[in-house]
């Protein structure tokens, strides 16, 4: 990790930037110009030192595509998981990317705490709630984390262990899952795809230089991810209707589950249709504010 840090930072004083008077304390240059290049391609950003000591004009498209060729090459070098998350502007300054933890702490750390929750569930609850949060632990891990390098499937994926909580919750009070249970897991599963999908397209550069394969890689106009945005906030319109039909909540919450989730299809649909920042970083927003009014409809409305 160390090594890359230092030597993404021999690369950069190659650079002078003398058209950015300032750069936010929490973006790098890369991501300022990766910016301005959606903004302003042939926009000259950068001068560049070559090998006779003359300096050069770098464009800001032509320095965002060198950062991206950078990246795939990091991403075939094999740079471990630490260093990949140090080349995202969004989770650099956590703890092991920023250096302040070593990996082989943060292993272990991780480790102890999942072996502690499973024991805990397993004497406090029961075995079918503590093989669900084990499963959770295992796909999280062994499938969703290492596909983020092979497919963009890997939010579906990723999605499973984001939705168990539901249904960990459920065995633990029940000892059984019945369609309620499921219910509440679909809910949750198809709530995360809108949510995800404005992440990802908000830091689609980030992803693409720690070599992530998301959807929104190559999705410059925003109009694949929005387009999936929209058909699974109508797929949540359709699915989080259930609880009205099956005795887990009255009247009052189908109307209210109407109204929040046709709102959420709205701000997904105008970011559909503007395909900016801001309406992205709307339907993210949006996305935390509904789920939990979602669920506290559903409860104070249960039967």
């Known amino acids: 990790m160390n090594g890359v840090r230092e030597e993404t930072e021999r690369s950069l004083r190659e650079y002078s930037i003398p058209a950015l008077a300032e750069?936010?304390?929490?973006?790098?240059?890369?991501?300022?110009?990766?910016?301005?290049?959606?903004?302003?391609?042939?926009?000259?950003?950068?001068?560049?030192?070559?090998?006779?000591?003359?300096?050069?004009?770098?464009?800001?498209?032509?320095?965002?595509?060198?950062?991206?060729?950078l990246a795939k090459g990091f991403a075939a070098a094999g740079i471990a998981p630490g260093d990949r998350?140090?080349?995202?502007?969004?989770?650099?300054?956590?703890?092991?990317?920023?250096?302040?933890?070593?990996?082989?702490?943060?292993?272990?750390?991780?480790?102890?705490?999942?072996?502690?929750?499973?024991?805990?569930?397993?004497?406090?609850?029961?075995?079918?709630?503590?093989i669900l949060t084990a499963?959770?632990?295992?796909?999280?891990?062994f499938a969703y984390t290492p596909l983020k390098r092979v497919t963009t499937l890997n939010t579906l994926v990723g999605a499973i262990p984001g939705a168990l909580p539901p249904l960990i919750g459920w065995a633990a009070a029940r000892d059984s899952l019945d369609f309620g249970a499921w219910t509440l897991f679909?809910?949750?599963?198809?709530?995360?795809?809108?949510?995800?999908?404005?992440?990802?397209?908000?830091?689609?550069h980030d992803y693409e230089r720690a070599g992530f394969r998301m959807l929104s890689s190559d999705d410059e106009t925003g109009i694949r991810s929005a387009s999936q945005a929209v058909l699974f906030c109508m797929l949540l319109l359709l699915i989080?209707?259930?609880?009205?039909?099956?005795?887990?909540?009255?009247?009052?919450?189908?109307?209210i589950e109407i109204i929040l989730s046709g709102l959420f299809t709205a701000v997904?649909?105008?970011?559909?249709?503007?395909?900016?920042?801001?309406?992205?970083?709307?339907?993210?927003?949006?996305s935390i504010i509904y789920l939990p009014l979602l669920l506290a409809a559903l409860m104070l409305t249960k039967l």
């Not at 001068?47 to 950062?67: C, H, L, N, P, Y």
């Not at 703890?95 to 805990?120: D, E, N, T």
């Not at 499963?135 to 891990?141: K, S």
């Not at 997904?268 to 949006?286: E, K, N, Q, V």
Request: net charge positive; with cysteine; charged share 15%.
């Open 23 to 69: 750069i936010p304390a929490n973006a790098s240059a890369a991501d300022v110009v990766t910016r301005r290049a959606a903004e302003q391609p042939s926009a000259v950003m950068l001068r560049r030192k070559s090998a006779d000591g003359t300096w050069a004009d770098v464009t800001a498209s032509q320095f965002r595509d060198e950062v991206h060729a």
């Open 135 to 141: 499963i959770t632990v295992v796909i999280y891990i």
């Open 85 to 130: 998350i140090a080349l995202m502007s969004r989770t650099r300054t956590r703890p092991v990317p920023s250096g302040r933890m070593r990996p082989g702490s943060a292993l272990i750390l991780g480790c102890l705490f999942a072996v502690i929750g499973i024991i805990y569930l397993a004497i406090t609850t029961n075995f079918l709630a503590t």
């Open 240 to 255: 989080a209707v259930i609880p009205s039909f099956i005795g887990m909540a009255n009247s009052i919450y189908l109307l």
């Open 186 to 204: 679909a809910i949750v599963f198809i709530w995360q795809m809108p949510h995800f999908f404005a992440i990802a397209w908000l830091y689609r």
């Open 268 to 286: 997904a649909m105008r970011f559909h249709r503007l395909a900016s920042i801001p309406s992205a970083r709307l339907l993210f927003f949006s």
